[in-house]
């Protein structure tokens, strides 16, 4: 993504010039710029591709689920942005049919117990190895650590009273679209607690590879 690079650089340089800014301040914006960029990128990546399928509404639910927890708890990440935004966009799609399937194949009592389950997993890993840093942004101040964790573990707990919620909505209504919000809700942060271990290092990293990345991801970069 170079042209995002670019674009950033100029838009930096400009504001820079503007406003009489120092090099250190226009690296700054530049930075935010491309971040600003790319991000909104992903998201309509995401949300084309997601029409396409048939499941928008899923997957923009599982992408933001996962992208919130991920700001807390860190994750590996792909060698290059187009990279990161071409594997976000295909995992979140994927997940979103996948949910979408459970809906029609599952019963209910079955879903219930799978989002247990997937609670149960998120919270374990939040626990254990939460925060995940990586080669550009290393977790080692214990303070910086502890708080990221918390953090986490305050998001998951949040969510998983909003899939409470959702849930009694879902009995008094019987409105499906309750149900479909809670099991996109775990599903995502799920996926982000997955890319924390060793199992979603080697989904990034083989996709990575597929695409050209050119060089190894970092596992447990804060270790």
């Given at each position: 993504?170079?042209?995002?690079?670019?674009?950033?650089?100029?838009?930096?340089?400009?504001?820079?010039?503007?406003?009489?800014?120092?090099?250190?301040?226009?690296?700054?914006?530049?930075?935010?710029?491309?971040?600003?960029?790319?991000?909104?990128?992903s998201?309509?990546?995401?949300?084309?591709?997601g029409?396409?399928l048939?499941?928008?509404?899923?997957?923009?639910?599982?992408?933001?689920?996962?992208?919130i927890?991920?700001?807390?708890?860190?994750?590996?990440?792909?060698?290059?942005?187009?990279?990161?935004?071409?594997?976000?966009?295909?995992?979140?799609?994927?997940?979103?049919?996948?949910?979408?399937?459970?809906?029609?194949?599952?019963?209910?009592?079955?879903?219930?117990?799978?989002?247990?389950?997937?609670?149960?997993?998120?919270?374990y890993?939040?626990?254990?190895?939460?925060?995940?840093?990586?080669?550009?942004?290393?977790?080692k101040?214990p303070?910086?650590?502890?708080?990221?964790?918390?953090?986490?573990?305050?998001?998951?707990?949040?969510?998983?009273?909003?899939?409470?919620?959702?849930?009694?909505?879902?009995?008094?209504?019987?409105?499906?679209?309750?149900?479909?919000?809670?099991?996109?809700i775990?599903?995502?942060?799920?996926?982000?607690?997955?890319?924390?271990?060793?199992?979603?290092?080697?989904?990034?990293e083989?996709?990575?590879?597929?695409?050209?990345?050119?060089?190894?991801?970092?596992?447990r970069?804060?270790?």
């Amino acid at each position: 993504m170079n042209w995002i690079d670019n674009v950033s650089k100029s838009f930096a340089s400009v504001v820079s010039s503007n406003l009489s800014l120092g090099h250190d301040q226009e690296e700054v914006i530049a930075y935010g710029a491309f971040a600003l960029i790319q991000t909104v990128l992903s998201i309509f990546a995401i949300a084309a591709f997601g029409l396409l399928l048939g499941v928008f509404a899923e997957s923009m639910i599982i992408s933001f689920a996962a992208a919130i927890l991920r700001k807390f708890s860190g994750g590996v990440h792909a060698t290059k942005p187009l990279n990161c935004a071409v594997i976000g966009m295909i995992i979140f799609c994927v997940l979103g049919l996948m949910v979408k399937h459970l809906m029609i194949n599952i019963e209910f009592v079955y879903l219930i117990g799978l989002i247990a389950l997937e609670f149960a997993f998120v919270f374990y890993v939040m626990i254990k190895y939460c925060p995940v840093g990586s080669a550009n942004k290393p977790l080692k101040n214990p303070d910086k650590r502890k708080r990221l964790k918390k953090q986490s573990l305050m998001f998951t707990s949040s969510m998983l009273a909003v899939n409470i919620v959702l849930t009694y909505a879902y009995v008094l209504t019987n409105n499906i679209n309750f149900l479909t919000a809670a099991v996109c809700i775990s599903t995502g942060i799920l996926w982000q607690s997955i890319t924390l271990v060793s199992l979603g290092h080697i989904i990034i990293e083989s996709l990575d590879t597929f695409m050209g990345g050119t060089t190894i991801l970092n596992r447990r970069a804060n270790k």
